[in-house]
T-cell receptor, first 112, second 113 residues
Framework: TQLLEQSPQFLSIQEGENLTVYCNSSSVFSSLQWYRQEPGEGPVLLVTVVTGGEVKKLKRLTFQFGDARKDSSLHITAAQPGDTGLYLCAIKEETSGSRLTFGEGTQLTVNP | DSGVTQTPKHLITATGQRVTLRCSPRSGDLSVYWYQQSLDQGLQFLIQYYNGEERAKGNILERFSAQQFPDLHSELNLSSLELGDSALYFC????????????FGPGTRLTVL
């Protein structure tokens, strides 16, 4: 059983469309991170959300942490081809050397 | 540029061989993490070092080992390589802070033939 479930697994949309991807768990977390990974590159940290209900914006990307701190969403407005990539959510496991556990990711393709 | 460097970028070798992957963390980061990413497995945590000492172990095979040196760079040693070890190997570093935000290197693509 995955600690973090991301959905959808794959998403292919046209430029200009809006989209939302999700990261869910049955556990409560103190914080959650979102990363984007482009083909052949390492993941890049986008944002860390900490407070239940928190909303953070990064240009056209809006991140929300659920009120109960068990889920998070990433909404992209007017997607562009440059948004193409693998979007990963991650949580810090307090009991294992503070390592991060990653979800399987959502592979987003934005077609021009 | 994350500030984390990894060498080599690409590595092609044969089954049964041994290779060493190298990572230099961001300046000031004491923690180094190694991950394996294959098409069917996602990003899998292998091992973490903090200031030269092993801190956490994940799904790391006994054929694999790692160490972190006094200058904080780290090496991942893979031995008795099998076809299934072909993958991207990433190193990440972090400040051991509240959220443990990690900064990833560009990765080493290992191909075992």
């Amino acid at each position: 059983t995955q600690l973090l479930e991301q959905s959808p697994q794959f998403l292919s949309i046209q430029e200009g469309e809006n989209l939302t991807v999700y990261c869910n768990s049955s556990s409560v977390f103190s914080s959650l991170q979102w990363y984007r990974q482009e083909p052949g590159e390492g993941p890049v940290l986008l944002v860390t959300v900490v407070t239940g209900g928190e909303v953070k914006k990064l240009k056209r990307l809006t991140f929300q942490f659920g009120d109960a701190r068990k889920d998070s969403s990433l909404h992209i407005t007017a997607a562009q081809p440059g948004d193409t990539g693998l979007y990963l959510c991650a949580i810090k496991e307090e009991t294992s050397g503070s390592r991060l556990t990653f979800g399987e990711g959502t592979q987003l393709t934005v077609n021009p | 540029d994350s500030g984390v460097t990894q060498t080599p970028k690409h590595l092609i070798t044969a089954t049964g061989q041994r290779v060493t992957l190298r990572c230099s963390p961001r300046s000031g980061d004491l923690s180094v993490y190694w991950y394996q990413q294959s098409l069917d497995q996602g990003l899998q945590f292998l091992i973490q070092y903090y200031n030269g000492e092993e801190r956490a172990k994940g799904n790391i095979l006994e054929r694999f080992s790692a160490q972190q040196f006094p200058d904080l760079h780290s090496e991942l040693n893979l031995s008795s390589l099998e076809l299934g070890d072909s993958a991207l190997y990433f190193c990440a570093s972090s400040v051991q802070g509240a959220y443990n935000e990690q900064f990833f290197g560009p990765g080493t693509r290992l191909t075992v033939l």
